[in-house]
Each structure stands twice: as structure tokens, then as C-alpha cells.
């Protein structure tokens, strides 16, 4: 047996060959954020003596999914997987979404194994969610030791380990791609927009992002008030979060997420925040020139909104009455009738239509009109709606995107997924998919015959379908409606 031994900065790492892939899993790379690092901003690993045994994916972050409570808070963990041969191989980093409340690296539909067989390393890793990652409490009396952004401080020091650390494992720390899709690919938005960041990759592609999920010290106390009223907590026991049992504030969490939109329509759940990690809001930031010379796809999947939009625990409105509240609470009453119409004279479900719009379809081509003046884009649109997608009436969902690009076939959401479709249906969109994928993380080109640069609101996009195609899409009458108009940035 080979002794896959490899020597970095924090010490020496055995790796394990499995089915013809090289891994490096649970990599620790930063302190355990516990005790007196609760609620504090990633602190970088300590050096460890003799041989790390990088067998087994670390434990998950704290979170409750699908009504478990689960994982623990030593999770910032980073895992590689690679091609037994080559080096100074492309690097592809991939951040995990799940709205910054629930997700994990070592989720078998984020097994990297085909990119590796693709000649490319393919790296993960953890950060902490929801109350522990992203709630802030530095505005509150009894938590000024507390610091904020913690789950993004979390993003920030993996990828510096993994810059400083790729080579060791045969990566090319100069051409690292960093992905992800959901709060995954708001995560990459927020890292072109973060100035700790800058420099530490090259490329990025965000997938289904939600680019204005941050939020104002202020604004993010509406989602902790409610919290705290669901914890049956004053202020004054704030304090207590810093010794209690992380999995009691799950319950109190979860059910916040389900009254929130009541209380506040159109607010995101509890996300980064502007601060010195963040200081200007991500789009605003690109607009400067933050990621000036990043490569950038960029793209939407056609029915986000069906993920979310309910008629019970709602994730965004769901009647004209909430949009009204929400464009009330944010100043836009005039603005108020010209969406409504717009609405109802282009959409079938026009909520599913609003939400899809206002989340993902309307910021992501805000980026990409940012980020075109600085560095090349591409964008596309997931409009592939299986037979499942249709009986379902989730058609083009949130996430759907997944299982193609990831050539994951047998994962239980991609069971769901492709359900009722032929082999070779399956196997098409995936290779549609995939394959723009890997060029792109290899060459800096998602395929320049078929997939020409954003230029503008009524650009030309690449359509992944049954039949994928290369495709005009005018939506300056979308952008006129909405034009700049901001909620919740008090």
C-alpha cells in the first residue's frame, strides 16, 4: 500500500486512494470555534505533531435537517479529492448552500470524485450555520466580546489554508475556481466582495445565489428579536449563549425561520452582515471593481421560487398583501402598482415568478453587469424540467441544478429528480452541464463556440434543456420594473 504522506503548514497529512481517487478528508483548518471560541471569528488551526489520518469527513456543523438535531460545533473541516497522477492540477472549491441554516461538505451529492477524474482537485470544506455562523449579536448589551460574521470568517480562513497549502497536494494555487449554489453561491458573491479574500482565487461560478442576502447590524436584529421571543429569552439572557448547549437553540431557530416572512416580508433569513469583513454590500462592491480580473459564471435556475414560496411558513410572499407590507416597510409604495401588473401580465404563478425575481434572477444579473466592466462573465439558465419537475409542479426548482452538474445519478435527490426520465435523457443534461464545468476550471472557458460573454440585459445566455442551446434572453423590461430598488439595507 502507497503512503499518500504529504507535508503542509499545519503538519503532515496521510491520504487514502478509494476507487481510483486520491482523498484527503476532515482536514482540520481551523481552532475548534468552542468554549471561549464560541461566537468568535476562525481562528487558524494549531499545528499538530507527527501524521494526520485524513480517512473520514470531520463532523457536520450544528444544525437541525429535516427535523434532526444534529452535528457538532469542531467541524471546520476541508476535504480534497484527486487524480492519483499529475500536478499543478486546477483547483475547484466548493461551498456547500443551505440557506446558512442547515448543509454539510461530506453530503454525498457533493462527492467531487468526478471532477477528480476529470484531472481536476477538487476541494470542500465546513463552516458553521445558522445561530452559531450567522446570527449577530454584537449590537445586543451583555455581548461585546461577541464578533460577528463568524460563518463567513469561517469561508475566508479555508480558503487562505487552501491557497497557502494546495501546492502540497498538487494543486495550482494560481488557478483555484471557487463555486457553490444557494447561500453557496451567495457565499462566492460575498468572497468577490470581501477585501480578505481578494487574491485567493481566480475564478468563481455561482449557482441559484441570493447576492443581496446581507444584511445591517440593525436590520439583522428584526430575525433575532424573534429568536429570542421563540427561546421565551429577555436580552438579558443573552449572555447564556455562550454556555448552553448548542442544540437548544435549534428548536427556537427553526421556528423563527417559519414566522419571519410574516413579520417582515422579503426579509432573507439571518445572513452575513456588513461589517469590517464585509463593508460594502456584495453588488455595490463589485461595482467598484472589488473582484476586478475574477471569471465569472453566473446563472439562475427558471423556477426558483416554487422551493419557496408555500401557502403555510412561507420563505418569501406568498399574496399581494405581503408584497404590499414589504414594499411599504422599505419606502416603495409608488413603486408598488407597476410590479404588481407587471406580475400579472407575465406570469402564471406570479409569487413563484416574484420570488424567483426578486432572490436570485434580478441580483445575479446586477453581478454580472458589475462584474462585466472588470473581469469576463458568462451566464447561464437551468430550464430543464423533468417529468417529476412537472407532476410535482416544482418544475426548474431550487437546486435542481445539482444532480447534473455533479453527474450524480444515485443520490436520493437525484433519484427524485430524474424519475420517469430515459438514460440517455439523464446523461445528456448532465454532459451538457458538466462539461462547461470542467473547461471552464480547466482552460478559463466554459466553450467560447457555443457560450459567448455576457454583454448586457439582453444578452445572450446558454440554456441548459432537453435541448440545451445558446439563447438571446431580453430581460431589460424585468430589470425596468425593478430598477434599483432596495429592501431591508436600513
Given at each position: 500500500m502507497k503512503d499518500y504522506i504529504v507535508a503542509t503548514k499545519s503538519g503532515k497529512i496521510r491520504g487514502y486512494e478509494r476507487n481510483g481517487i486520491l482523498e484527503y478528508l476532515g482536514i482540520p483548518f481551523a481552532q475548534p470555534p468552542k468554549g471561549e471560541l464560541r461566537f468568535k471569528r476562525a481562528r487558524a488551526v494549531t499545528p499538530w505533531e507527527g501524521i494526520l489520518d485524513a480517512k473520514e469527513y470531520g463532523p457536520v456543523p450544528v444544525q437541525l435537517n429535516d427535523g434532526v438535531i444534529q452535528g457538532s460545533e469542531d467541524c471546520l473541516t476541508i476535504n480534497?479529492?484527486?487524480?492519483?497522477?499529475?500536478?499543478?492540477?486546477?483547483?475547484?472549491?466548493?461551498?456547500?448552500?443551505?440557506?446558512?441554516?442547515i448543509g454539510r461538505a461530506s453530503d454525498d451529492l457533493y462527492n467531487g470524485a468526478v471532477f477528480a477524474r476529470e484531472g481536476i482537485l477538487f476541494v470542500s470544506f465546513q463552516y458553521r450555520l445558522n445561530v452559531l455562523g450567522f446570527y449577530d449579536f454584537t449590537t445586543y448589551p451583555g455581548c461585546e466580546d461577541f464578533e460577528s460574521n463568524c460563518g463567513l470568517s469561517d469561508q475566508i480562513l479555508a480558503l487562505q489554508w487552501i491557497h497557502e497549502?494546495?501546492?502540497?497536494?498538487?494543486?495550482?494555487?494560481?488557478?483555484?475556481?471557487?463555486?457553490?449554489?444557494?447561500?453557496?453561491?451567495?457565499?462566492?458573491?460575498?468572497?468577490?466582495?470581501?477585501?480578505?479574500?481578494?487574491?485567493?482565487?481566480?475564478?468563481?461560478?455561482?449557482?441559484?445565489?441570493?447576492?443581496?442576502?446581507v444584511m445591517s447590524h440593525q436590520v439583522a436584529r428584526r430575525n433575532i428579536d424573534i429568536f429570542l421571543e421563540k427561546?421565551?429569552?429577555?436580552?438579558?439572557?443573552?449572555?447564556?449563549?455562550?454556555?448552553?448547549?448548542?442544540?437548544?437553540?435549534?428548536?427556537?431557530?427553526?421556528?423563527?425561520?417559519?414566522?419571519?416572512?410574516?413579520?417582515?416580508?422579503?426579509?432573507?433569513?439571518?445572513?452575513?452582515?456588513?461589517?469590517?469583513?464585509?463593508?460594502?454590500?456584495?453588488?455595490?462592491?463589485?461595482?467598484?471593481?472589488?473582484?476586478?480580473?475574477?471569471?465569472?459564471?453566473?446563472?439562475?435556475?427558471?423556477?426558483?421560487?416554487?422551493?419557496?414560496?408555500?401557502?403555510?411558513?412561507t420563505g418569501f410572499p406568498n399574496s399581494w398583501s405581503m408584497v404590499a407590507e414589504m414594499f411599504e416597510k422599505n419606502g416603495h409604495a409608488e413603486a408598488l402598482p407597476e410590479i404588481i401588473r407587471y406580475y400579472l401580465d407575465h406570469s402564471e404563478d406570479p409569487f413563484v415568478d416574484f420570488a424567483t425575481d426578486y432572490a436570485f434572477q434580478m441580483p445575479a444579473l446586477k453581478v454580472a453587469q458589475a462584474q462585466k466592466?472588470?473581469?469576463?462573465?458568462?451566464?447561464?439558465?437551468?430550464?430543464?424540467?423533468?417529468?417529476?419537475?412537472?407532476?410535482?409542479?416544482?418544475?426548474?426548482?431550487?437546486?435542481?441544478?445539482?444532480?447534473?452538474?455533479?453527474?450524480?445519478?444515485?443520490?436520493?435527490?437525484?433519484?427524485?429528480?430524474?424519475?420517469?426520465?430515459?438514460?440517455?435523457?439523464?446523461?445528456?443534461?448532465?454532459?451538457?452541464?458538466?462539461?462547461?464545468?470542467?473547461?471552464?476550471?480547466?482552460?478559463?472557458?466554459?466553450?467560447?463556440?457555443?457560450?459567448?460573454?455576457?454583454?448586457?440585459?439582453?444578452?445572450?445566455?446558454?440554456?441548459?434543456?432537453?435541448?440545451?442551446?445558446?439563447e438571446k434572453l431580453d430581460r431589460t423590461g424585468l430589470m425596468e420594473v425593478w430598477k434599483d430598488l432596495r429592501f431591508y439595507e436600513e
Amino acid at each position: 500500500m502507497k503512503d499518500y504522506i504529504v507535508a503542509t503548514k499545519s503538519g503532515k497529512i496521510r491520504g487514502y486512494e478509494r476507487n481510483g481517487i486520491l482523498e484527503y478528508l476532515g482536514i482540520p483548518f481551523a481552532q475548534p470555534p468552542k468554549g471561549e471560541l464560541r461566537f468568535k471569528r476562525a481562528r487558524a488551526v494549531t499545528p499538530w505533531e507527527g501524521i494526520l489520518d485524513a480517512k473520514e469527513y470531520g463532523p457536520v456543523p450544528v444544525q437541525l435537517n429535516d427535523g434532526v438535531i444534529q452535528g457538532s460545533e469542531d467541524c471546520l473541516t476541508i476535504n480534497i479529492q484527486r487524480p492519483l497522477e499529475g500536478e499543478k492540477l486546477p483547483v475547484f472549491v466548493w461551498i456547500y448552500g443551505g440557506g446558512y441554516n442547515i448543509g454539510r461538505a461530506s453530503d454525498d451529492l457533493y462527492n467531487g470524485a468526478v471532477f477528480a477524474r476529470e484531472g481536476i482537485l477538487f476541494v470542500s470544506f465546513q463552516y458553521r450555520l445558522n445561530v452559531l455562523g450567522f446570527y449577530d449579536f454584537t449590537t445586543y448589551p451583555g455581548c461585546e466580546d461577541f464578533e460577528s460574521n463568524c460563518g463567513l470568517s469561517d469561508q475566508i480562513l479555508a480558503l487562505q489554508w487552501i491557497h497557502e497549502n494546495i501546492a502540497a497536494f498538487g494543486g495550482d494555487p494560481d488557478r483555484i475556481t471557487i463555486a457553490g449554489e444557494s447561500a453557496g453561491g451567495a457565499s462566492v458573491v460575498n468572497l468577490m466582495a470581501a477585501p480578505k479574500a481578494k487574491g485567493l482565487f481566480s475564478q468563481a461560478i455561482a449557482q441559484s445565489a441570493l447576492p443581496n442576502c446581507v444584511m445591517s447590524h440593525q436590520v439583522a436584529r428584526r430575525n433575532i428579536d424573534i429568536f429570542l421571543e421563540k427561546m421565551g429569552w429577555t436580552q438579558e439572557d443573552l449572555p447564556k449563549l455562550k454556555t448552553i448547549d448548542p442544540y437548544e437553540l435549534q428548536k427556537a431557530h427553526a421556528a423563527m425561520n417559519d414566522v419571519q416572512q410574516y413579520r417582515n416580508p422579503g426579509l432573507f433569513q439571518p445572513c452575513p452582515v456588513q461589517d469590517d469583513l464585509l463593508p460594502v454590500r456584495p453588488i455595490d462592491a463589485i461595482r467598484q471593481g472589488s473582484a476586478k480580473g475574477v471569471k465569472l459564471i453566473i446563472g439562475t435556475n427558471l423556477n426558483e421560487g416554487t422551493m419557496f414560496v408555500h401557502p403555510e411558513k412561507t420563505g418569501f410572499p406568498n399574496s399581494w398583501s405581503m408584497v404590499a407590507e414589504m414594499f411599504e416597510k422599505n419606502g416603495h409604495a409608488e413603486a408598488l402598482p407597476e410590479i404588481i401588473r407587471y406580475y400579472l401580465d407575465h406570469s402564471e404563478d406570479p409569487f413563484v415568478d416574484f420570488a424567483t425575481d426578486y432572490a436570485f434572477q434580478m441580483p445575479a444579473l446586477k453581478v454580472a453587469q458589475a462584474q462585466k466592466e472588470y473581469g469576463r462573465v458568462w451566464m447561464y439558465r437551468y430550464e430543464f424540467i423533468s417529468a417529476s419537475g412537472q407532476k410535482t409542479g416544482m418544475k426548474a426548482s431550487h437546486a435542481f441544478d445539482l444532480p447534473c452538474m455533479f453527474a450524480n445519478k444515485d443520490f436520493e435527490f437525484s433519484r427524485f429528480l430524474f424519475d420517469g426520465e430515459p438514460e440517455e435523457v439523464k446523461d445528456k443534461i448532465i454532459r451538457d452541464m458538466l462539461t462547461p464545468w470542467v473547461d471552464f476550471i480547466k482552460t478559463g472557458e466554459p466553450d467560447p463556440a457555443v457560450w459567448p460573454l455576457y454583454t448586457g440585459y439582453d444578452s445572450m445566455v446558454r440554456i441548459f434543456d432537453r435541448n440545451t442551446r445558446t439563447e438571446k434572453l431580453d430581460r431589460t423590461g424585468l430589470m425596468e420594473v425593478w430598477k434599483d430598488l432596495r429592501f431591508y439595507e436600513e
